[in-house]
């Protein structure tokens, strides 16, 4: 870059940068598609460099261990009770004891879920 000075009429010099070393903004070329393009290649260079840094980190510490457990809380008490109200129904039901409404809606409930 080439920098020529220009002497004001108080006789201070200030840098005034050469033309020819700017690019016109025309000439830069690309417009939307090249700030694609730089995206794409920032993005690919962070996931490389995140990869690395994780393989770098694993080797340090050792691999991680991951574990998982399927939580469905409720899901093995609806179960039990289903099975029991089920069977207090088919009880009720050879004894020929009268259901009450309560445990008419309950087996139904478990009877859809099932």
């Known amino acids: 870059m080439t ?10 010099a200030i840098p005034r940068y050469h ?6 903004l025309s000439n830069q070329g690309g ?7 730089e995206s794409l290649v920032g993005g ?5 460099g995140m ?3 994780d393989r770098a980190i ?4 050792g691999a991680r261990k ?3 457990q399927h939580t469905n809380v409720g899901s093995d008490t609806e179960t039990n009770e289903c099975q029991n109200i089920i069977k207090l129904y088919k ?3 050879s004894k020929g004891d009268i259901i009450s409404q309560t445990l008419q809606e309950k087996y139904e409930k478990c009877k859809s879920t099932w």
């Open 51 to 53: 990869n690395i840094a």
């Open 91 to 93: 009880e009720s039901l």
């Open 19 to 24: 033309q020819a070393s700017q690019q016109p």
């Open 31 to 37: 417009g939307m598609l090249q700030s694609f393009k």
């Open 44 to 48: 690919f260079g962070a996931g490389i």
């Open 58 to 61: 694993s080797s340090i510490f």
């Open 66 to 68: 991951v574990e998982v």
């Open 3 to 12: 920098i020529k000075t220009q002497k004001r009429s108080y006789g201070t």
